[in-house]
């Protein structure tokens, strides 16, 4: 069974960086396609970034496209996302998310994904 543990949150102002780590317990890594997701209070969860099974492949919601950047690191068996040019409507819990569905491309959906971790909280002040 794998898990996943992030880290990396905390309190930032707008226009700062944060970086977030997924690690990967269990299985490798390679063996998933990777999400990162967050939910905001009173929203509900929404995709942010994702990675596919081979790591050739990655997409951005709208939102963060150009800020946000997720890779992976099959020797340390971590997924990281690095988060440039914060808002404060970044605020959010951020969750790393394994699926094990062999398919080749990009995940989006939350129902696509089998493992999640416990989210870590990013604040962003203005």
């Known amino acids: 069974q794998v898990q996943l543990l992030e880290s990396g949150g905390g309190l930032v102002q707008a226009g700062e960086s944060l970086r977030l780590s997924c690690a990967v317990s269990g299985r490798s890594v390679a063996s998933y396609a990777m999400g990162w997701f967050r939910q905001a209070p009173g929203k509900d969860r929404e995709f942010v970034a994702g990675?596919?099974?081979?790591?050739?492949?990655?997409d951005y919601a709208p939102s963060v496209k150009g800020r946000f950047t997720i890779s992976r690191d099959d020797l340390k068996n971590v997924v990281t996302l690095q988060m440039n040019s914060l808002k404060p409507e970044d605020t959010a819990v951020y969750y790393c998310a394994a699926d094990s569905t062999i398919f080749p491309g990009v995940r989006y959906g939350l129902k696509r994904y089998d493992f999640w971790g416990q989210g870590t909280q990013v604040t962003v002040s203005s």
């Open positions: 990675i596919n099974r081979s790591g050739d492949s990655t």
